[in-house]
Structure formats: C-alpha cells, structure tokens
C-alpha cells in the first residue's frame, strides 16, 4: 500500500464513523494508528529525496488529522450533556459551534438534560494517579481518590508507560523496556495525534489542581481595601457614574405633592480590561530527569504569580500617584486626600487621616459619611499601630484612648510590597474608607473569573508539553474621596541586622 492509498484508508475510517454518528471503534482506532506509523516512516524515508512531497502529503495527513479530532471532541462534549452528536458531525459544525449549543441548552433548561454522573475505570485511575502525583508533592488533597497512595512513588517514565499499555502496544514491545528518550518521544506523538490520551490528561489534571492550590494560597492583601467587579468583554466600559446626593427629604403639607429630585450624576473612568500570561513546558530533560515540579511546583507557582503581580499593580497605585480621570493626581491638595507632611504611627496623624476621609462633599455640598475601614502599612508598622487601636489608655493617669473603639472597625494590612516599591526614602501608608461608604480602587475580570485559565498547546515540533496561562483583569480608581494618605517617613528596624 503506498502512501495516497494510506491516505485514503484513514480517511474512509473517519468518513466512516462520521456518517454513523460515532467515534473510532476500537478496531477503526487500531488500524488508523497502525497507518499513521506506516505513514510516518514512509515520509522520514523520502524527506531526503524530495521534500515538496512531504509538504503536500502532510498537508493532507494534517486535514484528516483534524477531521478525526473535531469527531473525537464533538462526541465527548455531546455525551457529558445528553446532546445527539450526529447532527453536529454531518453539519461540519466547528467546536465553538457545539460549545454554543451547549450553552444554549443549558439556559432553556438551566441544566443539562443528562448529565454523566459516573466514572468509568479509566477515570478512576487516572484520577488516582493524579492525586497520587500531587500527595507526592506535598499539595494539598482534601479526598484523595481511592488508590492514590499506589502512585505515590511513580515516577514519570512508569506513568508515561502504564498510560501507553493501557492504550494499546507497539508491535510487541514493551512499553516498560523503551529506553526514557524514546518513551517520551512515543508519548508525545501519541497526544499529538490523540489530545485526549491519558499521560497529556492526566498531566492537565494534576497542572490544573496545582494552580487551584497556588491561587488559595498566594500571600496578598489586595483584596482587603478593594473592591471587585466583573466585566463581560475587552471594550472600554464607559457608562459607569458616581451618583450625586439624593438631597433632603422636604415636608410635604396636607394634600401636598412630593417634589421629583434628579440628582446630579458624575461620570468615572473608563474600565477596560487586560489578558495577562506566561507559559511553562514539560521539557524532554524533565520528562527524563523525572522533574515532578514542573507538573506541580511551576503551575502552583504560575497561579501565586497572577495573583502578586495583581497585587503589584494595586499597590502602584498607591505609589505612584497616578492621574485619575479627572486629570489630577489621585493624592493631591485639591482631592483634600493628603496630608502635608508624613509622620509615623501616631495617634495625631491617625485621628487627622480619620477626620480627612470624613470631611467630602457632594456637590450640592452634602456632607459624605464615609468610615475608616482599613489602614495599609508598609512591614514594620504593625506592631506600633496594634498597640495604638488596643491600648485603653494613653498615659499613666489612665487618660482614655479615643482610637481604642476602633479597634474592631479598622483592619490593618501590612504589605512589603510598599517597601519593595519605594526602596529609598520615606515610605507613605493610608487609611482607606469601609468599601460599602466609598469606592476607591476596583480589580475587575472577564465574566468574575478569579482563578487564571490553563491549557495545553498542541504545538506539532515541539520538544514537549507546553501549557499557557492567562487572566484578563483590569484595575480602575473610581473615586478618590475613599482613601487618605499619609506621605510617612522612612523606616528603620529597630535592631540592626548583620
């Protein structure tokens, strides 16, 4: 058989099933992969002699590659949620096109009409192992999956091969007896021509759960002054107001008539969001070194990332001072948010940032209540403020100390983010206002989504296994009348270090 015969058998496989509304049978499955080899060392043979044919023929292997994995897709998407695949398969619906008529279901119905609520023994395992890789890594599993210690000791090469043997044999060999460069190379084939394999599958559910771990457990403090908000595209968001005081409730007279009030709207800033990302591979050398890490320590790590370098941006805005969009510096004399010179920690400039957050108006000069809520701090202010909010007195008469009621009102956060920003100098700190009396800085995402997207890239050429991962978020100052700032001064350990 020579090559374009090759060719047309795997596609009449694939033409087959499609007709049928199905998958590959097992047999079907065989046969394609049993091609597929021949193919490939019938093309490394030739690629010498003449490599516009290898172009041409594997431009057509790609076409029919393609078919096979959009059928494959198609029918596990249709069976999680009791959809008919068929009319899908012979419409030559794309797989956004499915994914929308799944969604479309589940709003007329609000849920899918047959969900797949058991595993079969192959997710069983495969769930096992991953959860077996994870204790491994000393990541957190709240119910681990029957069988998980057993893969606890397993290193990459025995998953990879055990995944391989599951899957079906090479000519009689030994998956278990491949040297570790040729097994990886076979595992990367075989996901590159079968996405859904169990070593890549597997490998995305202990990457996913890592990355869960690593968002729970990022240390940062953004998210105890800010707010949160959702927005459903990449388009500037521009109908957003801040809205103007209600006024004074008037008396009415008997058989009176209430007067309309139209307050006076604000206009805020633009919101707009940003897709920010990184990627990371299992590599050849780690697949072969048995690199756990980079299935579990990277990802965990990719996710604490996002999540730093969120709050890295948060704090810039503190730092930076930048302009708002009323054009003026969000600190400034004109927004009455600063103080004209920075101190430490004392009761004065605590009672003078308290006095500041409260003294705003509207524009028909109503007064603005707004609460302390949190002070931020550089490190190496929380021990001087928890004594300023806990003692009851300030003096040995037993003077009684007016912050003292505060203590439960006002969250300190301590970040050395501040410190890393500003390495030089006086270091500044605020008081920012209770987020249900003001707005001040709001971190929105793409439709809510807090916790950053992951995937695996089907990259034909290259040397391993690639995931991506992104978030889109943007950050916004809404208003500055919910913080104070105090300019602060420079800060020194008090015992010096070797």
């Not at 199905?22 to 093309?43: P, V």
């Not at 990541?139 to 998980?148: D, L, M, N, Q, S």
């Not at 025995?158 to 460069?181: H, K, V, W």
């Not at 439960?408 to 970040?415: G, Y």
Request: net charge negative; charged share 25%.
């Amino acid at each position: 058989m020579n090559l374009k015969e090759m060719f047309a058998r795997q596609r009449q496989i694939v033409e087959v099933a499609k007709s049928e509304g199905r998958g590959l049978t097992d047999e079907e499955q065989a046969e394609f992969d049993n091609l597929q080899r021949q193919i490939d060392e019938a093309i490394d043979r030739r690629e010498g002699e003449n490599p516009e044919n290898k172009n041409e023929e594997g431009s057509e292997q790609r076409a029919t590659l393609e078919e096979r994995t959009r059928i494959s897709e198609i029918h596990s998407l249709c069976r999680q949620f009791g959809l008919d695949p068929e009319p899908y398969i012979s419409g030559g619906d794309t797989m956004d096109q499915v994914r929308t008529a799944v969604l479309e279901q589940l709003k007329r119905t609000g849920s899918p009409v047959s969900a797949r609520v058991t595993e079969d023994a192959e997710d069983k395992r495969r769930n096992a192992i991953t959860d077996g890789i994870l204790l491994r890594n000393h990541i957190t599993v709240e119910k681990p999956a029957p069988g998980a210690n057993e893969f606890r000791g397993a290193s990459l090469r025995m998953i990879a091969a055990s995944c391989l043997a599951q899957e079906g044999s090479t000519e009689g060999r030994s998956f278990y007896m491949m040297d570790p460069n040729e097994l990886f190379e076979e595992t990367l084939r075989r996901s590159y021509y079968n996405p859904t394999a169990a070593f890549p599958a597997i490998m995305d559910q202990v990457v996913n759960k890592a990355y869960v771990e690593g968002h729970k457990t990022a240390a940062v403090t953004f998210d105890r002054f800010t707010t949160k908000g959702t927005l459903s595209d990449f388009k500037k968001a521009d109908n957003y107001y801040v809205q103007g005081s209600f006024g004074e409730f008037l008396e009415v007279p008997e058989n009176g008539e209430l007067k309309h009030t139209v307050p006076v709207d604000e206009k805020l800033p633009q919101r707009q969001l940003k897709t920010y990302g990184r990627q990371f591979t299992m590599s050849r050398k780690a697949f072969i070194n048995d690199d756990m890490g980079v299935v579990t320590t990277l990802p965990r790590n990719a996710a604490r990332a996002a999540r730093i370098t969120i709050n890295n941006q948060v704090y810039k805005v503190l730092t930076g001072n930048p302009k708002i969009y009323d054009n003026k510096n969000l600190f400034s004399s004109e927004h009455k948010n600063l103080l004209a010179k920075g101190t430490g920690i004392t009761r004065e400039a605590v009672q003078a940032m308290i006095l500041a957050l409260g003294g705003h108006l509207t524009k028909d000069n109503q007064a603005i209540l707004i609460r302390p809520g949190s002070i931020v701090l550089p490190l190496g202010y929380q021990f001087a403020m928890y004594t300023l909010f806990h003692s009851q007195t300030i003096s040995a008469s037993g003077d009684v100390n007016p912050l003292y009621q505060y203590r439960e009102q006002i969250q300190v956060v301590e970040d050395p983010t501040l410190n890393a920003q500003i390495a030089n100098g006086a270091i500044p700190w605020f008081m920012i206002g209770d987020t249900s009396d003001s707005d001040f800085i709001q971190v929105d995402y793409l439709n809510g989504q807090e916790v950053p997207n992951i995937r695996r890239m089907e990259s034909p050429g290259q040397l391993g296994f690639v995931w991506d991962v992104y978030l889109d978020w943007g950050i916004t100052v809404l208003d500055y009348r919910g913080v104070v700032k105090n300019p602060g001064i420079q800060v020194e350990s008090p015992i010096a270090l070797a």
